[in-house]
């Protein structure tokens, strides 16, 4: 029994590590303030769950989860090219308001507020992972494969270019880099990952529906960008091991479970407007958002 | 005939409800700027403290609204003292300000789910009266009361804006605040009372709301995402602006549900949203945003 909740945990670390990690891409690297991750995690898991139930094998839903979550990346991306700072936060968050919208309104696709029961859980290879210690291998493998892609991006010519875009883009611009297009890849890879983490997510619990997907979801992931450091790898993966842990306790406190999930977000919350005021740059950031 | 009647009817009692919000908000924009979202969290819980005092407690209902407003103001100014005021001293940025106001939106929505839990809530003050007809559109006193008591208030409120002293302040604040600190308005001073104003407008509107609709957790959430496209539509920072943008939201969602299903009136604000951000994001008044930095 133990044994389970302590592995259903690791697995909500690493999927929210896929978040986190391409969140801070996006946020801390290149200096976008993309309010509409939540919606790039609804696209992908709704597209695999979809996929796979009309019959696509696991692993090319997957992987169609992330590009199709990517092309919607691409999309934001240059109807907000010209935003920054609080117009583009307003705009991404909007994004993320008009997918909600579409994914509880559009029923003959995706089935509206019931959202997607039934999902089944993947099998590569002829290897099912059923099981939830099958499918915690599963989510570290892919969890580590997206650290290591991210944290080589960070460090590439790209990665630099995108930093240089976040600390002075009409400079970048001077230099003749193209910062239109490093934004897009920016949030491109950061939409893409996002995809897969909502594929596994489909995938693990085995049902969706648009209450996965609210704005809610939101402030965790902003807190664990922001507690761990902007543009700090190392620092979003202790925070997402600290955050996701965190507000676990109050389960075992005796109270309904309609005051849970209010108090887990109430502490989200709560520390993020914290780490705002007390320790603005977190555990190992590097630069402050502007 | 009587069916888009009907459907302006309804969208100038939205649009009352939105400019009120639009403009409480604009003008803590337009003076402090940054995008305070709590202030959806200000109408909100201004609502559930009304259904407190009147359905809960049974207080009498005239005392229950004073207390609502005086509440709303509180909350307002609460914020801006404990978390807006320390951010500031440090200098942040407007984002940094956006990412904690909307961690407040959150923090207030979860405290009043904890507190009323989820289940929709009606105050129940005014039983569902008998509407009035006026060329084939229904329309109950309680709205006639809704869209009057907006615009006086909102009359008053650009009154004050326009020819008293302080609301003169507050405009030279907005303008330039450097200037208007070397003429000896205090802009700490100015950023309170904007937040006094705001909120206090937002508690009415909270009222108005709590009459009108039933109550549900995330109300504020929605409210301040139509209440900060109003303010776009019209120009952000300008006051009368975000009347025009609210009374225009409120019309446009209505009737665009007419076109299309129900479900998809809350898309409506953001596609009009991402219309004017893209086009015109001066707004319909067009007031150009200084640059900063």
Known sequence: ?290 | MSVILQLIVNGLITGAIYALVASGFSLIYSTNKFIHFAHGAVVAFSAYFLYFLFSMIGMNFGFAVIFTIAFAILLGWGMNVVVYRQLRKRKTSSVILLIASFALLILLESLILILFGATVKTIGFIRAATSIEIFGAFITPLQIFIIISSLVLLSLFLFFMKKVKVGKAMRAVSDNKDVAEIVGISSEKIYSLSFLIGSGIAGIAGILVALEQNLQPMMGTNLMIKGFVAAVIGGIGSVPGAILGGFFLGLSENIGVWFLPLGYKDAIAFVILFIFLLLRPKGILGIKKREEK
């Open chain 1, 1 to 290: 029994m133990i044994d389970a909740y302590f592995t259903h945990l690791l697995i909500l670390i690493g999927i929210y590590l896929i978040l986190t990690l391409s969140l801070q891409l996006a946020i801390g690297y290149t200096g976008l303030l993309n309010l509409g991750h939540v919606a790039f995690y609804a696209i992908g898991a709704y597209t695999s769950a979809l996929l796979v139930l009309s019959g696509v094998p696991f692993i090319v839903s997957l992987i169609l989860a992330g590009i199709v979550a990517m092309l919607f990346g691409f999309i934001l991306s240059w109807g907000t090219n010209k935003l920054r700072g609080d117009y583009l936060a307003l705009a991404t968050l909007g994004f993320s308001f008009v997918i909600y919208n579409i994914l509880s309104n559009w029923i003959s696709f995706t089935g509206g507020p019931l959202g997607i029961a039934g999902i089944p859980k993947p099998s590569l290879f002829g290897i099912s992972f059923s099981s939830n210690f099958s499918f915690f291998i599963l989510t570290s493998f892919i969890a580590i494969i997206t650290l290591i892609i991210i944290w080589k991006i960070t460090t590439s010519p790209l990665g630099r270019v995108m930093k240089a875009t976040r600390d002075d883009e009409l400079a970048t611009k001077v230099l003749g880099k193209n910062t239109f297009k490093v934004k897009t890849y920016s949030l491109g890879i950061a939409a893409f990952f996002a995809g897969i983490a909502g594929s596994l997510y489909a995938h693990y619990i085995t049902f969706i529906n648009p209450s996965s997907f609210t704005i809610l979801q939101l402030i965790p992931l902003l807190a664990i960008v922001i507690i761990g450091g902007l543009a700090s790898i190392r620092g979003t993966i202790l925070a997402t091991i600290i955050l996701v842990l965190l507000p676990e306790p109050i389960r075992f406190l005796g109270f309904s479970s309609s005051v849970v999930g209010p108090a887990r977000q109430f502490i989200y919350a709560l520390i993020l407007l914290l780490i705002l005021m007390y320790k603005p740059r977190g555990f190992y950031g590097k630069v402050e958002l502007e």
